[in-house]
């Protein structure tokens, strides 16, 4: 048994069957949206399983029926937590907000996202970030950030980058829309439909785990490397995303979410 299945977190439910590990995002008062405390529990979580030669696929699903309804916006928007937020922000490596996505691209087994409920925002792009996603049909999905007046920056420029069409990346950032998963299966957010997705989900991860581990390791390898982006791209979603955080029109989108007459300014940025 893997010492994994004894770890204690405060977010996050483990579990081990037949070296698989299910993975459970476990805030459901709060549709499983990824706080501050999320971000750092599944990052030290992503780690360990880099170092656990028994573990052969990884389940990530959401308790109570919702994947993660995006990051915490209570918790982003928390006075005591804006110095942190800034740092990741200007540091010159990974942000923790891309390090908790983009870990599951470098974890050494195949990563299975069950959605249902919700997976919007941060959900998405942890979602984008793992190889396959199985969705139940009424799961709805958004790149939701456009909506508060920030741009996606955990990750997108890497884990989106040949599993979506670049128009549709575009459209779907641009303009916050929601959709439901048959369309998102069309245009490539999501792999599989199905009624049961943690079922779906478990048979894969056992079919794959038939496979020499080294072989699915090497398929997971070599397939990322054929879309891999420099260092740079990551830094732009930061510097975008400090530009948003202090701009006018961040403070009426705010606003705009509760009272829909609001008027944005003009473009700031160029």
Known sequence: MSPIATDQYETLKVAITDNILTVTLNRPHKKNAMSFKVVRELIALAG??????????VILNGAEGTFCAGIDLGDLNHPKNKVFAFWELIKPWQSSFQRVCLAWRDVPVP???????????AGLQLALACDVRISHPDCKLSIMEAKWGLVPDMG??????GVVREDVLKELAMSARIIDANEGKALGLVSHCSETPLEQAQQLAAEFAERSPDAVLASKRIINAMHHQPATTLY???????????????????????????????????
């Open 111 to 121: 990563v299975i996202a069950v959605l249902e409920g919700y997976c919007i925002g």
């Open 156 to 161: 997108l420029t890497q884990s989106a980058f």
């Open 48 to 57: 360990r399983i880099s170092k656990d030669k028994m573990i052969r696929a």
């Open 236 to 270: 732009k979603e930061k510097v975008w995303q400090l530009r948003m955080m202090l701009g006018q029109n961040r403070k009426l989108a705010l606003r705009k979410a509760k009272q829909a007459s609001t008027a944005f300014g003009k473009r700031q940025f160029r």
